[in-house]
């Protein structure tokens, strides 16, 4: 039998038993993405002067619940195709500098994506986002499966954040990834709560669970008056990690930031970052707004990104491979405004800056409600930045051609059941 069958057969084994109450939702969402490219892009040659990539998504999310326990789960199909798609077929295996492959379990715990068809420039699978079984009692949370979790005070990057955590300039982030994990957590009676988590995950290279390739980690969540915190001990992979956030309301605004150092390769290393965003009202239009500082010590110094600089930086390599990080410098300055043009109809530009470049990534994001059930989500990209510089393109190491792009439009409709 099957090891995913296996794990649902033994998850499902709850609802055998009792009185449950059931829920079933969902959604379908269709998704166009449109990317040109410079003069002196690589990808140009690749791909031509433009792409164009278009997918699918079903999503089933299935919750079960009676007394203590619960059951979720989250059904997952997915089709794409187009010109991205077949450079993610073609890229060599783990090559970070590639566009973002489609999901899939390589490193989870348990194989629960399905590939149904594939060709060159177009692919079809299913799979399951969430798998998971829980017990509440009045003070205590347990949770075994295919979970998301996040934690940290970044609203762009979130370095307290070690399980999947999005990439800053993600348009869509409805739903986390999930992942395999033992979860639990406990409620003080004080208010404050403690929560701990064991990702299970396999290497890549023999396929076999490995503890190395684990993340455990330990957080407590406080209070101190009027000011809320965080305190994090963690093993991420084969590093230690602490870590130390908080936040409190100053003048009506918000302020959060996080600390967290980690030990790689007998160094500590360095993360920082820090936010405020707050709320108003202008020109009769309700807006919020929020500005993020974010320090990287892993990143790269003096905006050296070229093949042979990066090779020198293996720490920095593993997270993007992981996908723990998404950036390559160390200094960054984050922010956006949401303004409501109309209770339906949404606008938010927002500015993603490498400092040291400088370059930047700048977006305009737009969400209309068309129904009740029914959004329509855009975006316009435009990076900018001299070549060799982060959002300009980084230096690919053959001379004249960079991993620059140029202009790009997201548009997805999401249709809600």
Known sequence: MPRSVQ????????????????????????RAVGQSYPQDSLYRDLLGSEALDV???????????????????????????????????TAPPGSF??????????????????????????????????????????????RFGRQALSWGNGLFFAPMDLVNPFDP????????????????????????????????RRNLLTGDVDAADATAAVKY??????????????????????GIGGGRDIGGAVW????????????????????????WTWGGRNMSGAVEYYFDGFGQHAGDYDPASLAGNPALVERLLRGETFNLGR?????????????LWTLTPTALVNLADPSALLQLVTNYSLADNMVLLASLNVPVGPNGSEYGGIDTGIPGLYLSSGPGLFAQFAWYF
């Open 7 to 30: 794990v649902i057969c033994l998850l499902l084994l709850p609802l055998l038993a009792g009185a449950w109450e059931n829920e079933l939702l969902g959604h379908t969402k269709l």
């Open 55 to 89: 997918s699918g998504d079903l999503r089933l999310n299935f919750e079960s619940s009676t007394d203590r326990f619960s059951f979720d789960a989250a059904y997952q199909l997915i089709g794409a195709t187009g010109d991205n798609v077949r450079l993610g077929q």
């Open 97 to 142: 500098v590639s566009f973002p492959s489609l999901p899939n379990d390589k490193r989870r715990w348990f194989d629960l994506t399905d590939i149904i068809s594939e060709s060159s420039d177009t692919v079809l699978l299913q799979r399951l986002d969430r798998l998971w079984v829980g017990y509440t009692s009045e003070k205590t949370v347990v």
């Open 169 to 200: 300039a993600a348009i869509d982030t409805e739903y986390k990834a999930g992942d395999d994990m033992l979860y639990l957590q406990y409620l003080r009676d004080s208010g404050d709560d403690v929560q701990g988590a064991y990702v299970v």
């Open 221 to 242: 969540h406080g209070f101190a008056g009027e000011v809320e915190y965080d305190l994090l001990v963690a093993q991420d992979y084969d590093d230690a990690v602490l």
């Open 256 to 279: 959060r930031a996080d600390v967290v150092v980690t030990r790689a390769d007998n160094e500590a290393v360095w993360q920082f970052v820090t936010n405020l965003s707050y709320s």
């Open 331 to 343: 200094n960054y300055l984050a922010g956006s405004v949401l303004i409501e043009m109309t209770p």
